[in-house]
């Protein structure tokens, strides 16, 4: 059996409809469909053949898990902050760093279930927050730290930058004894970055 035609594809990029054997050498896997007999990706990636088990599959290029998505759970540092929203620079999504740079919107509606007056005593600049994609129309993802798990997990004091701690109703810098008010998720303080 002459594999040489396919052996070469191995690893490398692939485009949707490209071929990629026949079912008479492999067994078509994901990524791939069959037409005529013929084997053809599905989807952008690196195909892979293996000679073992004979099967071929097309691995996506980029992982669909590393972009956020709706539903998400992601951590990003608070950037331009204003009275009714704050943009977040998110970093991580669930457990994985991010390399892309994506921006997240925090609307002050969107903090809690009770009514929140300004997002001046939910989060500041250069804060830490965990949070939840809600949309992503047009690029832009849309926030929520309605939840106990969500919001601030670490805060740092706007006088001194030092990182507060939570007291029982509001955040105190233990350098310069500042009292700030942020939407704390429960873990505040203890989770790694
Ligand atoms: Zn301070």
Redesign the pocket.
């Given at each position: 059996m002459n594999l040489k035609a396919s052996e070469h594809k191995s690893g490398h990029l692939v485009l949707p409809g490209e071929r990629l054997g026949v079912i008479e050498e492999f067994i078509p896997d994901s990524g791939t469909y069959v037409r005529d007999g013929v084997i053809y990706s599905k989807i952008v990636g690196r195909a892979l053949m293996d000679l073992l088990s004979k099967r071929v599959s097309v691995y996506p290029l980029i992982n669909a898990e590393t972009v956020p998505k709706i539903s998400s759970t992601v951590i990003g540092q608070v950037g331009h902050a204003q009275s009714d929203n704050v943009l977040v620079r998110i970093f991580k999504l669930g457990d994985r760093s991010l390399s892309g740079v994506f921006t997240g919107v925090l609307h002050v509606s969107d903090v809690r279930e009770r009514y929140v007056k300004s997002m001046t005593e939910v989060c500041k600049t250069g804060d830490i927050l965990r949070a939840k994609v809600i949309s992503d129309k047009n690029q832009v993802y849309h926030l929520s730290t309605n939840d106990k798990n969500l919001g601030v997990v670490y805060a740092f004091?706007t006088?001194?930058a030092?990182l507060l701690e939570l007291k029982r109703y509001e955040m105190q810098?233990p350098?310069?004894g500042?009292i700030e008010k942020r939407k704390t998720a429960l873990d505040y303080g203890q989770g790694e970055i």
């Amino acid at each position: 059996m002459n594999l040489k035609a396919s052996e070469h594809k191995s690893g490398h990029l692939v485009l949707p409809g490209e071929r990629l054997g026949v079912i008479e050498e492999f067994i078509p896997d994901s990524g791939t469909y069959v037409r005529d007999g013929v084997i053809y990706s599905k989807i952008v990636g690196r195909a892979l053949m293996d000679l073992l088990s004979k099967r071929v599959s097309v691995y996506p290029l980029i992982n669909a898990e590393t972009v956020p998505k709706i539903s998400s759970t992601v951590i990003g540092q608070v950037g331009h902050a204003q009275s009714d929203n704050v943009l977040v620079r998110i970093f991580k999504l669930g457990d994985r760093s991010l390399s892309g740079v994506f921006t997240g919107v925090l609307h002050v509606s969107d903090v809690r279930e009770r009514y929140v007056k300004s997002m001046t005593e939910v989060c500041k600049t250069g804060d830490i927050l965990r949070a939840k994609v809600i949309s992503d129309k047009n690029q832009v993802y849309h926030l929520s730290t309605n939840d106990k798990n969500l919001g601030v997990v670490y805060a740092f004091c706007t006088r001194c930058a030092n990182l507060l701690e939570l007291k029982r109703y509001e955040m105190q810098c233990p350098n310069c004894g500042n009292i700030e008010k942020r939407k704390t998720a429960l873990d505040y303080g203890q989770g790694e970055i």
